[in-house]
């Protein structure tokens, strides 16, 4: 089996198993009445949304799993290797980033299925508190940190200055435990931000896949080729049924689940801070909610936006969902485009 046959099959798999999910979660989730509950804050219209089952996550979450398992068994099976002679996907640090990169993803998720079923089940409007969350979330960070370093997959490619090992000191150590944190706790919540309106995280993040697919071939990594193949298979199973008007909400559930997988991509290709261009929507969201509560608390009272994260004020601008998931997606792909640039330069100066 070659590469490219591998992250077809992955991408098939996970939209066939999410897109079929569907039909059996999103029956279970309003039986067990996991409906979302819209809150007064937001926008008016959101209203008519009251009830929608949440917590379709799961869906995606399962697709992309059963993907990536099934394919690297698939390719065990035919041989162990594929077709590339760069690294053995089932062999050595490649195999790690692969295996945690799911981890992360998964624990995140967790945390967020905890957040959603205390908000739902138990009719506590905030969920898990904020505490309670951001050390949720940095427990699953610090393991997967851990694993890299254990693993020694601690050499990043930085654009314009080339590798740096952050093993060859204490104080590169430090630096990398440092940053590594902020990037995916910073990550993780951006694209939770994102998830505000029908299918803008599913289709934004789908440009995201698309990209790490064509960083693999750069990187000559199939694990991550496959990997991102399932993301973006499993997120666009899950906007057959999350597209406006949607029939379900990722939730806490998805939008973590997800914001863990991007990070780990990010790590993947040795060079997390491309994940600045990569999702520069998910930054666009985390900057205009920032920027809103700060504004908002220094004139007391005023505000910059109509209302935050940004894909609200584009809304209460008189923007459709549809249009707003659209542009909001070729925005990322610009984005997209620049980390790609930088990327392919990169990897043709080593």
Not at 43 to 68: C, D, E, L, R, Y
Not at 325 to 348: D, E, K, Q, R
Request: hydrophobic share 50%; net charge positive.
């Amino acid at each position: 089996m070659n590469s490219t046959a591998a992250i077809i099959m992955s991408a098939i798999i996970a939209f066939g198993v999410t897109a079929a999910l569907g039909f059996v979660i999103i029956p279970w989730l309003r039986k067990l009445k996991f409906g979302q509950t819209i809150l007064d804050i937001g926008p008016s219209w959101h209203k008519s949304k009251q009830g929608t089952p949440n917590m379709g996550g799961i869906m995606f979450a399962i697709g992309i799993i059963s993907a990536v398992a099934v394919t690297l068994m698939t390719v065990s099976l035919t041989g162990g290797k594929l077709e590339s002679s760069a690294a053995d996907v089932l062999k050595g640090r490649d195999l790690v980033l692969v295996i945690s990169s799911l981890c992360l993803a998964l624990g995140c998720g967790v945390v967020g299925f905890t957040d959603d079923f205390i908000k739902i089940k138990m009719k506590r409007n905030e969920g898990l508190t904020a505490k309670q969350k951001t050390a949720g979330q940095l427990l699953m960070t610090v393991g997967y940190i851990l694993t890299l370093w254990l693993s020694h997959n601690t050499t990043w490619y930085i654009p314009f200055l080339g590798n740096v090992n952050f093993e060859e000191s204490v104080f590169r150590g430090i630096i990398f435990w440092v940053v590594s944190i902020f990037i995916i706790y910073g990550t993780v919540n951006s694209v939770n931000l994102t998830d505000g309106i029908d299918g803008l995280c599913s289709s934004v993040t789908a440009t995201v896949a698309i990209t790490f697919i064509i960083m693999s071939f750069f990187l000559e990594f199939e694990g991550l080729g496959i990997v991102a193949a399932a993301l973006l298979g499993g997120v666009c199973g899950f906007l057959c049924w999350n597209w406006n008007p949607a029939k379900t909400f990722m939730g806490d559930t998805g939008s973590l689940f997800l914001g863990g997988m991007v990070a780990a991509l990010g790590f993947a290709i040795k060079c997390p801070l491309l994940l600045l261009p990569i999702g520069i929507v998910y930054v666009c969201e985390t900057m205009s909610d920032i920027i809103q509560i700060g504004y908002f608390k220094l004139t007391h009272g005023k505000r910059i936006f109509k209302m935050a994260p940004i894909h609200h004020h584009f809304e209460m601008c008189g923007w459709k969902e549809k249009k707003i998931c659209v542009v909001f997606s070729f925005v990322n792909a610009l984005g997209c485009t620049v980390a790609l640039l930088l990327m392919y330069f990169g990897t043709i100066k080593k």
